[in-house]
């Protein structure tokens, strides 16, 4: 297993899903996490189990599209444990189910403001910190939906394909310094997006779920991941054992952008 030992990492988006996952397995590699997130309830159970498990972490709660929240973030993170050697932007919305003349501005607006503005203003606050450390990593959770066209999704795909870009583009700026930028395309990831489904009364929760199932059977490998077949790559990326890895976009998908949908 790669280890984390005497990092400190910063992750939003830790509540639940992805980023929860992301969360236990970097605290199990030896990694402080600082959690940042708009679900207290949940943040604060994340946290809560890695204490149980003997690690180390705190929780905060900040939405990412905003400036104020993501400094007092990243600063009260830098106050409690004294450094910052990884970055993890997890935080993301879906950004809802519509054609692109169909969507309203603030749904559009909302979408880039926590996805892409998020990932912006997280980094923006990072970087000094991660700069101060001789190595340091940063690992932006985008999409295949910013690889590839999806239906019904503009706002989302514009925005995780603006962090796929982002993601290089820092990696040029900052690899020369020593700080590593890497991204993670997940495909179907088998988590409760947003809460959507969760919501929903039971017999649309199962037509969701299984829409979603027959989608996933699809792809080369036929079925959704569990949310720490995602977190481990990025344990992986955040790692020197990924010492010459920058500017990479992974995708955990499956072998779905690796063809066209294909039935048997
Ligand atoms: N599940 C998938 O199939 C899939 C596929 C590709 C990419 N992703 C990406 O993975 C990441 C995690 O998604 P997930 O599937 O675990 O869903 P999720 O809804 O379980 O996780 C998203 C997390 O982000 C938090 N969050 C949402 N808005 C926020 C804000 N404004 N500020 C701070 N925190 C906020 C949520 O509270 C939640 O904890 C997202 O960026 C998503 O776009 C997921």
């Not at 159970?45 to 180390?56: F, H, P, Q």
């Not at 985008?142 to 925005?159: E, K, L, Q, V």
Request: net charge negative; proline share 4%; hydrophobic share 40%.
């Amino acid at each position: 297993m790669p280890s984390l030992n005497d990092s400190v990492v910063l992750l939003t988006g830790g509540a639940t899903g992805i980023g929860r996952a992301i969360a236990l397995d970097m605290a199990a590699a030896g990694a402080t996490v600082a959690i940042g997130d708009t679900n207290i309830d949940d943040g604060q159970r994340t946290v809560e189990e890695i204490l149980s498990a003997g690690g180390k972490a705190s929780f905060r709660s900040c939405d990412v599209a905003e400036s104020e929240q993501v400094t007092a973030l990243v600063n009260g993170a830098v106050a409690d444990f004294g450094q910052l050697d990884v970055l993890v932007n997890d935080a993301g919305i879906s950004g809802g189910s519509r054609r692109l003349h169909e969507l309203g501005i603030d749904a559009w607006d909302r979408t880039i403001a926590v996805n892409l503005r998020g990932t912006f203003l997280c980094a923006r606050a990072a970087i000094p910190h991660l700069l101060r450390r001789p190595r340091s990593a940063m690992v932006n959770i985008a999409s295949t939906y910013g690889i590839i066209g999806a239906p019904m999704a503009p706002s989302y795909c514009a925005s995780k394909g603006g962090i796929v870009n982002l993601t290089r583009q820092l990696a040029v700026d900052y690899s020369p310094d020593g700080l590593r930028v890497n991204a993670i395309c997940p495909g179907y990831i088998d988590t409760d997006m947003g809460g959507g489904r969760a919501s929903l009364p039971p017999t649309e929760r199962a037509a969701a779920q299984a829409r979603r199932e027959a989608n996933a059977a699809l792809q080369p490998i036929g079925r959704q991941a569990q949310a720490l077949e995602v977190a481990r790559v990025a344990t992986f990326l955040a790692s020197d054992e990924a010492s010459f890895m920058t500017g990479s976009i992974v995708t955990v998908d499956g072998g779905c952008t690796a063809t066209y949908r294909h039935g048997s």
